[in-house]
């Protein structure tokens, strides 16, 4: 069984930083990729970010490109989300999502997922 468990989630003004963390526990491979996606209120969840499995691919969504920064720490099994110039549109809750298959992070699939951190900014 594998468990993710997000932190850093809150609130925060517009134009602010936040960073997010996902630690991994259980059966986790050193091969896994790692993710974020999100999802706002009425709205279908949406790809944020991806890093593959030793770092060296990352992959971003256009409407985040330049703001954020995803990076991993493999001996922690964690992987993080830097959001900076924040903007309310990026309110939403934000999940960890971790999977084998690099592809899936295009299809909006994933083989495990963490519960969620609520992101909120302000104007």
């Known amino acids: 069984q594998v468990q993710l468990i997000e932190s850093g989630g809150g609130l925060v003004q517009a134009g602010g930083s936040l960073r997010l963390s996902c630690a991994a526990s259980?059966?986790?491979?050193?091969?896994?990729?790692m993710g974020w996606f999100r999802q706002a209120p009425g709205k279908e969840r949406e790809f944020v970010a991806a890093i593959n499995w030793n770092g060296v691919r990352t992959s971003y969504a256009d409407s985040v490109k330049g703001r954020f920064s995803i990076s991993r720490d493999n001996a922690k099994n964690t992987v993080y989300l830097r959001m900076n110039s924040l903007k309310p549109e990026d309110t939403a809750v934000y999940y960890c999502?971790?999977?084998?298959?690099?592809?899936?992070?295009?299809?909006?699939?994933?083989?495990?997922w963490g519960q969620g951190t609520q992101v909120t900014v302000s104007l």
């Open positions: 999502a971790i999977t084998n298959d690099y592809g899936d992070y295009g299809k909006g699939r994933s083989d495990y």
């Open positions: 259980g059966r986790i491979f050193s091969s896994y990729h």
